[in-house]
């Protein structure tokens, strides 16, 4: 007979949609943690066929991989009360998630750019954000990515693994239900191309390491660091590009978010929602209501042939909101040449989310 020390931190069962997607749920709540009850595994929706995804064309200009995935004209935008696409089923309606309650819950993407396009719910809750999930439920969410990491990452073609978070409309956001999205890459994209090909320079060059350098380059300084605990640090980039930005990175040289130890993903579980938290506290009203902010959160994991160490795990929040009112727009100088101009300067970006701390 099993005991409580048998129950694992998140359960995983696999199942497969009507259409032959695959759906994951993670759970870290009774009677589904302890394997007791199961969540409906069964996608009561008649049998369709796969929407499919998006194929790649070269750009000999500049030497990126363009997508083409004409079939994201027809997803699903901004649905109205009682029809989003990922809220629980019930007995009246079924969603992409045949359960009737869930806790974390990761599927095949209905409209993928790439062949391997995943979509991850942080919450059955459609109003709640990632500031207000509780350690345990971002203990889940780490988990699931670490999970789909790994095994994305092994599949064969796939080069780069990225997890990642659109919130907002103005950062053209579909779905207002709190979830992330999770890309593997059959390419090094430019920016990965770049940190990674910038680092190798550098340790030839000193032979140290450009990643943990600048991340200690910035604890040392202090004046731009927003939370520092045993195994990470936030802080705003010295050439911050955003009006809003920040970076999170663990102490320890970690190429990816499955190497991630157990006391790194405990602390990493605090420290992201209180961070996020902040974030929808840096601006207000003219009353003083906080105004949720619009990011994109991005999870910067050494690409899956990458095993010189010189790639190390690193998170980057960055918002457009440049004031209560306004945004940031990429113009001329950004959209065309690259050249990124802020108006905002990281030490006062950094100063505000420490004030903005509880």
């Not at 004209?73 to 809220?87: F, I, K, S, Y």
């Not at 157990?262 to 506290?281: H, K, S, T, V």
């Not at 999870?299 to 010189?308: N, R």
Request: glycine share 6%; net charge negative; charged share 25%.
């Amino acid at each position: 007979m099993g005991s409580v020390t048998d129950v694992p931190l998140v359960r995983k069962t696999s199942t497969t949609l009507s259409d032959g997607r695959a759906l994951h749920y993670f759970d870290d709540t009774e009677p589904y943690l302890s394997g007791r009850a199961t969540r409906a595994l069964h996608d009561p929706r008649p049998p369709s066929p796969r929407a499919a995804p998006g194929g790649l064309r070269w750009d000999a200009r500049t030497g990126d991989w363009v997508t083409i995935a004409s079939a994201r004209m027809d997803r699903t935008h901004l649905p109205g009360p009682g029809e989003n696409p990922l809220a629980p089923s019930t007995a009246l309606r079924s969603t992409e998630i045949p359960a009737h309650d869930y806790d974390v819950v990761v599927f095949e993407n209905r409209f993928p750019a790439l062949p391997r396009c995943e979509v991850i719910c942080y919450s059955s809750d459609p109003a709640a954000t990632v500031g207000s999930l509780p350690a345990r439920r971002m203990r889940t969410v780490i988990e699931a990515w670490a999970d789909r990491t790994a095994v994305l990452g092994a599949a064969d073609g796939v080069e780069q693994v990225f997890c990642f978070e659109n919130r907002g409309v103005e950062t053209g956001v579909t779905l207002t239900h709190p979830h992330g999205q999770i890309y593997a890459y059959p390419f090094v994209p430019r920016e990965a191309a770049t940190v990674l090909r910038r680092a190798r320079e550098h340790r030839t060059a000193t032979g140290g390491n450009l990643l943990r350098e600048r991340m200690l380059g910035e604890l040392d300084a202090g004046t731009r660091v927003v939370a520092s605990g045993r195994h990470w640090a936030a802080y705003v980039p010295h050439a911050a590009r955003w009006p809003v930005e920040v970076e999170v990175a663990p102490l320890r040289d970690v190429p990816d978010l499955c190497a991630l130890d157990d006391d790194e993903r405990a602390e990493l579980a605090f420290l992201y929602p209180e961070l996020m938290a902040r974030l929808d506290r840096y601006f207000s009203t003219a009353d003083g209501a906080p105004i949720p902010l619009p990011y994109i959160a991005a999870w910067y994991q050494a690409p899956t042939a990458a095993d010189d160490g010189d790639f190390r795990l690193h998170l980057r929040i960055m918002s457009m909101r440049r004031s209560p009112d306004k945004l940031k727009y990429l113009a001329g100088s950004e959209s065309a040449m690259g050249a990124w101009i802020n108006d905002a300067v990281p030490e006062e970006i950094a100063a505000r989310l420490r004030e903005a701390a509880r």
